[in-house]
C-alpha cells in the first residue's frame, strides 16, 4: 500500500529565511503525482505546488520549490523568503491511478518575526 | 468563479443521532470527493465520486457512513447513529476529472462536527 510520511511534526524559521519541509513516500506505481497543501487555522486546505513522478524538472511556483528525488521516493518543499501568512500546517500528498489522495500527517510551519 | 461550499460549517449533536453534512462541489467539476480529519491528523480518504456513482466505497469506515449524489453536483454525506468516535472535520473537494486522477483537487471549508 502507498504511504507518505512526514517527519517533522513543527518546524520554524525566521521571517525572510528559507525553511525545506520534509516528506517521503513509498508506491509500486510508475505514474503518480504529488502534491504540498497548505491548511492555514481557518481550515481551508489550499493546494501550494504539484509534481507529476514522469517529470525530472522541479516544479516551482513563486517562492516554493521542491526537491523532488524519484529513486529516493523523496519530494521536500522549500519556501524561501519565508513570510507571516506561511504560517500553517503543511501536508504533503500523493495520488495515483486509484483516485485516493494519500496524506501524510502534516508539518506545522512557525514564522518567527 | 465560486469554490467548494460546506454546510453547515459547525455541528454540534447527540451521539446516537444522524447528521447530514453538505457539499457543493465547483461548477462543472464531475469529480467530488469526501475526507475527514480528526483534530491534529492528516487527511482520511472516506469515497469519491465519478458523476453521480462512487466507484470507491473502500474508506467509508463503517456501514453508519453513507453517500450520495445526486445530479452530478451536490454531495450528502450522512452519519446514522453518531457516535463521539466521528467527531472530526469532514472535509470535501472536487476536480475536473476529464479522466485523469491527476486533476488538482479544490476543497471547501470544511464540517466542523462534535458528537457529545
Known amino acids: 500500500a502507498q504511504t507518505v510520511t512526514q517527519s517533522q511534526p513543527e518546524m520554524s524559521v525566521q521571517e525572510a529565511e528559507t525553511v525545506t519541509l520534509s516528506c517521503t513516500y513509498d508506491?509500486?506505481?510508475?505514474?503518480?503525482?504529488l502534491f504540498w497543501y497548505k491548511q492555514p487555522p481557518s481550515r481551508q486546505m489550499i493546494l501550494v505546488i504539484r509534481?507529476?513522478?514522469?517529470k525530472q524538472q522541479n516544479a516551482t511556483e513563486n517562492r516554493f520549490s521542491v526537491n523532488f528525488q524519484k529513486a529516493a521516493k523523496s519530494f521536500s518543499l522549500k519556501i524561501s523568503d519565508s513570510q507571516l501568512g506561511d504560517a500553517a500546517m503543511y501536508f504533503c500528498?500523493?495520488?495515483?491511478?486509484?483516485?485516493?489522495?494519500?496524506w501524510g500527517a502534516g508539518t506545522k510551519l512557525i514564522i518567527k518575526p | 468563479g465560486a469554490g467548494v461550499s460546506q454546510s453547515p460549517s459547525n455541528k454540534v449533536t447527540e451521539k446516537g443521532k444522524d447528521v447530514e453534512l453538505r457539499c457543493d462541489p465547483i461548477?462543472?467539476?464531475?469529480?467530488l470527493y469526501w475526507y475527514r480529519q480528526s483534530l491534529g491528523q492528516g487527511l482520511e480518504f472516506l469515497i469519491y465520486?465519478?458523476?453521480?456513482?462512487?466507484?470507491?466505497k473502500s474508506g467509508l469506515p463503517s456501514d453508519r457512513f453513507s453517500a450520495e449524489r445526486t445530479g452530478g453536483s451536490v454531495s450528502t454525506l450522512t452519519i446514522q447513529r453518531t457516535q463521539q468516535e466521528d467527531s472530526a472535520v469532514y472535509l470535501c473537494?472536487?476536480?475536473?476529472?476529464?479522466?485523469?486522477?491527476?486533476?488538482?483537487?479544490?476543497f471547501g471549508p470544511g464540517t466542523r462536527l462534535l458528537v457529545l
Open positions: 465520486f465519478q458523476g453521480n456513482s462512487a466507484p470507491d
Open positions: 509534481q507529476e513522478a514522469y
Open positions: 461548477s462543472g467539476h464531475t469529480a
Open positions: 473537494a472536487s476536480s475536473l476529472a476529464s479522466g485523469g486522477f491527476q486533476e488538482t483537487q479544490y
Open positions: 508506491t509500486s506505481e510508475s505514474d503518480y503525482y
Open positions: 500528498a500523493y495520488v495515483d491511478s486509484n483516485y485516493q489522495l494519500i
